[in-house]
């Protein structure tokens, strides 16, 4: 089981920057695939982005494609997420998740992901 603990998460104005973090612990860093993923109030969760364990591939939701940027740093044991331009619709809370590397790519799909984080809340005004 990995531990996941998230920070960074705010209230900003639309047009914003915001950079989340994920410490993860439990389990050998490098060996994990890790994702974003978002939940708003009265919707699914849903995909944002997502790392490979080697940090060569990363993934991301059209809604996030240039605008957001994943990394990892092995060495911290952290996967981040760079988040600018924010708008209204990119309010809700974000979890931090971790699969066991048992692929290349990793997944867009939140089943896939093994342990989740306990969520940091995003707020976005107009």
């Known amino acids: 089981q990995v531990h996941l603990v998230e920070s960074g998460g705010g209230l900003v104005q639309a047009g914003d920057s915001l950079r989340l973090s994920c410490a993860a612990s439990?389990?050998?860093?490098?060996?994990?695939?890790m994702g974003w993923f978002r939940q708003a109030v009265g919707k699914e969760r849903e995909f944002v982005a997502a790392?490979?364990?080697?940090?060569?591939?990363?993934r991301y939701a059209d809604s996030a494609e240039g605008r957001f940027t994943i990394s990892r740093d092995n060495a911290e044991n952290t996967v981040y997420l760079r988040m600018n331009s924010l708008k209204p619709e990119d309010t809700a809370v974000y979890y931090c998740?971790?699969?066991?590397?048992?692929?290349?790519?990793?997944?867009?799909?939140?089943?896939?992901?093994?342990?989740w984080g306990q969520g940091t809340q995003v707020t976005v005004s107009s």
């Open positions: 998740a971790a699969d066991l590397g048992r692929t290349v790519v990793p997944s867009k799909a939140p089943e896939e992901y093994d342990s």
């Open positions: 439990g389990r050998t860093f490098s060996g994990l695939n």
């Open positions: 790392i490979s364990k080697i940090a060569g591939i990363t």
